[in-house]
């Protein structure tokens, strides 16, 4: 299971990942190696067994729609990087 | 006790000094402060000390101490995971995208020791976001094992476990994804418990995979390991994955009685390639199991075991890959500042990650991405369900599993850090608990050169009170738990 430099760009950038030339052909030789070891799952048949999304017996956890106390909104922005009033500012999102 | 020992005390022992004030919290926290004042040094097991706070919590315990009604853990100093968010004093998660983060709540584990007047001595050293099996991935510094300082001490709880081993605290909280306080706790000769998924509330661990991760204690011995579990196990209403099931008194269970109970020893965990020591030492703990009169039983098999390692790996990372997606340099944490928003992005998750932690995102974006997704997360979703019915299965005809924590004791720094899949093997015993959501138990059980080895004992959802009875029988006829290493 090899994959190309091509691919992995391509998942860097769905991840909004930075990854530098050298980093590139790690991952791809990384990446390579250990999907190899998945294909031991190709052994098993699981045609008819459900997947099991996680190992809990719960089911659609409610609690009454009532309203609550929240964090106070100073203490929230207190580690942000930049903010304005009760905002969070950020560079520009279009050119 | 002289005062240059009192370190060395476990829960259940400091907490009789304290009720009966022979001891007060504050020659406890002193005494602890001390003790990472004198080996910290040589270990690096933590990354944020919090003195100050710890001595002003020592006071206020020292007076419920003195109304005569204090909780059990009261005064008791322990140091927890950076994974946890504990209000007002830096979290990292061993990561430089969080490098200066400061949470403005504390994780319902740490506010319900808090409540009872623990003291909250340090913030423990480990594996990049958890996403590791020695703590060599922290993006600060390596931990070193107390037994033996050119080797590791597992991971990704690492500076939990060998910060308790050293006796820097009486106990310790780590988190378990695949092995991450088993392990560690092997490795460091401590007794750590991974609860039943759903046992304790995950409100404040930062998650890494929200199916498979729990916190747990690191403690001395199994009596302490009780003691910890009362205090932070039960339903919490910020954790919809929290289960409404009652939480025993645990410290009911250690009767030191195994008459009659089945011990299945599954043969898959008995396999070449595993450390001839630890084989021996664990099957000498299994055989010592027997004397004292539990059955065991050795025609059982767990044939899913080997297919755990490929499920874990893509699981875990896939929703590695989603909860990570909130590191963005927007409302915390290391941000660069670039022309827009997506080149800052990129450019803060480029810098601010390490390699295995973008390793780990890239594998899970892949697995989840068009195209991808029934071939990898599918198909594990669905080996998990077998793996979980095998489980099932076997715990109908026996009370709990027993095998080696890990196939080999603790590595050396550097030994593993160039092959991925080596450090993911080291896994192999530990991942197929998470993926299963039930309980176990690691406990020292003997050496090899030097190095603790781990006895693991698994047993069924909930069924916490069987592995803390069995752990604590063996204990109790063993000396294991009571050797420290010579720092």
Not at chain 2, 44 to 70: I, M, P, Y
Not at chain 2, 89 to 106: A, K, N, Q, W
Not at chain 2, 241 to 253: E, W, Y
Request: aromatic share 8%; hydrophobic share 40%; glycine share 8%.
């Amino acid at each position: 299971m090899s994959l190309s430099n091509e691919e992995v760009r391509h998942i860097a950038w769905l991840a909004r990942l930075g990854v530098t030339d050298a980093e590139v052909e790690r991952f791809r030789e990384d990446l390579s190696v250990i999907l190899e070891h998945f294909r031991a799952l190709e052994e098993l048949d699981t045609n008819s067994v459900p997947a099991a999304a996680h190992a809990s017996l719960l089911h659609n956890v409610l609690r009454d729609d009532v309203q609550a106390a929240s964090l106070p909104s100073d203490e929230v922005l207190a580690n942000a990087p930049d903010s304005e009033d009760s905002l969070f500012r950020v560079p520009p999102i279009l050119e | 006790m002289s005062g240059d020992q009192l370190h060395t005390l476990s829960i259940h022992a400091a907490r009789k000094l304290l009720h009966s004030r022979e001891l007060s919290a504050h020659e406890l926290t002193e005494a602890c402060l001390e003790r990472v004042d004198q080996v910290e040094l040589r270990l690096r097991a933590l990354l944020t000390v919090c003195a100050d706070s710890a001595l002003a919590q020592a006071d206020e315990a020292d007076r419920e101490l003195a109304t005569g009604d204090a909780a059990p853990l009261t005064g008791i100093p322990f140091i927890a995971k950076d994974l946890l968010c504990t209000r007002g004093i830096r979290t990292t998660c061993g990561s430089r995208i969080l490098e200066g983060f400061v949470p403005p709540y504390d994780a319902t584990v740490i506010e319900r020791l808090l409540r009872q007047h623990a003291i909250m001595l340090a913030k423990a050293n480990m594996d990049e976001f958890a996403m590791g099996s020695s703590t060599e991935h922290s993006a600060y510094f390596p931990t070193h094992n107390p037994w033996n300082l050119d080797c590791v001490p597992g991971g990704s709880s690492g500076g939990s476990a060998a910060a308790l081993a050293a006796d820097e605290a009486l106990f310790s909280l780590g988190s378990d994804t695949g092995g991450s306080i088993r392990q560690p706790a092997g490795f460091c000769g401590v007794v750590g418990l991974k609860p039943t998924y759903g046992r304790v509330s995950r409100y404040g661990l930062v998650a890494f995979a929200s199916s498979l991760d729990q916190v747990g204690p690191f403690a001395k011995d199994v009596e302490d390991c009780a003691l910890v579990m009362n205090a932070i196990s039960g339903q919490c209403p910020h954790d919809s994955t929290s289960a409404p099931v009652a939480v025993p008194d645990f410290a009911t269970f250690l009767t030191g009685d195994v008459r009659g109970l089945k011990i299945g020893v599954p043969r898959e965990y008995f396999i070449e390639g595993m450390q001839p020591e630890v084989r021996r030492s664990v099957e000498e703990a299994i055989a010592l199991l027997e004397r004292m009169g539990a059955s065991v039983h050795r025609d059982v098999s767990l044939p899913s075991t080997k297919y755990a390692l490929a499920a874990y790996y893509i699981i875990a990372p896939s929703e590695a890959s989603a909860n990570l997606a909130r590191y963005d340099g927007v409302k915390y944490g290391f941000a660069r500042r670039l022309a827009t928003t997506e080149e800052s992005v990129n450019a803060t998750r480029g810098e601010g990650f390490g390699q295995e932690v973008k390793r780990r995102i890239m594998l899970g974006t892949y697995a989840l991405s068009s195209g991808y997704y029934d071939a990898y997360y599918l198909k594990a979703q669905k080996v998990r369900h077998l793996i979980s019915e095998e489980f099932k299965r076997a715990f109908a005809e026996y009370d709990v599993l027993a095998m080696p924590t890990s196939p080999t004791v603790a590595f050396e720094l550097g030994a593993k850090t160039n092959d991925p899949m080596q450090m993911y093997l080291s896994d192999v015993f530990t991942l197929p608990v998470n993926i299963a959501g039930i309980p176990a138990l690691s406990l020292p059980c003997g050496f090899a050169g030097g190095l603790p080895v781990g006895l693991q004992l698994m047993a069924d959802r909930f069924r916490e009170d069987l592995l803390l009875k069995v752990g604590h029988a063996y204990e109790q006829a063993t000396e294991w738990h009571l050797q420290r290493p010579s720092l």
